[in-house]
């Protein structure tokens, strides 16, 4: 450590690493908004990334975020490199306070672990680790990972002056694992307006669904796949962009694709200027998770918050963090099941473009009002500096 810090920020991955899902993502958020606020901040992740791996100046925060990247190797999707142990060992015996983006993972088990033995208070942010039904997935199918969770995660986590949460059913997921009395405080993951803006409408005729995530069970493309491809019309679209995956499941989606050729298109990974590129060429982003078996893991969702930013207005299961969503005029929740979906589609299908527009602005009226990425950080800011002001039943002060 060069300088005098006021936090220290640990995770597994960092924006603008490929391949690692909202986390890597929402770490450089955040920590960049209290960069901007005047914090002085060391981050402190691993350099994996599905292209080159990272550098620090990669990593660009601002002058106020100290950039300390260890060489991970193996395991990689959990940060696994030995360098880790005297990076996040020397962060947490310097800095006051550590927030930690995480559980279950290398980086986010030493950092906990370390902040314990050392007496140092920190935070930690879940981030769907404690999801029920994923956790309830791990119990039947993974009990090592269970092990795991009972020897080293609950316990850090029972230490930790406050847990950050994004949502209800991740709070939910917390109290019941950890503790009814668990120091949970729900706060938003927010959205730097600067760095996104609203589109115009597509000029493509008919209606265009984007989907974008890793192309896993959890994530519930293939079930909503199989009810559009039921309903869709002459001219209306599907755009898909995530990272592949291995297994049946990913099969079962290449052969729902192949379907519809002219209609459904499959892009790959993109980087954050593809992601953009595609939003805007769509009326509407799609986040069906939990529609197929494998458990609901999405604690929050930033893909949603960041179409609607983009003025796109979304169409989303219901339970996640997007339960208020329809009542904001920002979109359509459908239950689990594919006679909702159905029902949500005719829907979509049925508006004009005049209403469409509408919409559009509401979604991005409502990311301005509730989801302004610096007035988040100020919040989740509390956490570290003010625990015994946080309120008992876990809502946002």
Known sequence: MTRQVDVAVVS????PALGYGGVSVTTAVLTGAWAKLGHRILLCSSDASLGARLRPKDVNLGSAVEVSLYRSYGFRRWGFGLGAIPKILRVCVNAPQVYIHGIATWPSTLAALFCWGLGRPFVVA?????????????????????????????????????IHCTSDVEAEGVRRYVGADAPVVIIPNGVDLDQIHASPAPQTPGLTLCFLGHILPEKGINAFLRVWLTQRRPGDRMLIAGRASDGAYFDEFKTLVAEAPEAVSYHGYLDRAGVKNLLAQSHFLVLPSGLDAGGMRENFGNVVAEALAAGRPVLVSRGLAWDGIEAAGAGFVFD????????????????????????????????????NVHTLAAEAWRLLVAPQALPANGARS
Do not use: F
């Open 12 to 15: 597994t991955h960092v924006a």
């Open 126 to 162: 879940p981030r769907g680790g404690l999801m029920p039904e994923h956790v309830i997935l791990i119990r039947q199918s993974k009990p090592h990972k269970w092990w795991y969770y009972r020897l080293l995660t609950l316990p850090a986590l029972r230490r930790a002056q406050a």
């Open 336 to 371: 689990l099941n594919a006679a909702a979906v159905g029902a949500a589609l005719r829907r979509v299908q049925a508006l004009e473009l005049d209403a469409w527009r509408g919409m559009s602005r509401r979604a991005r009226r409502h990311v301005e009002a509730h989801l």
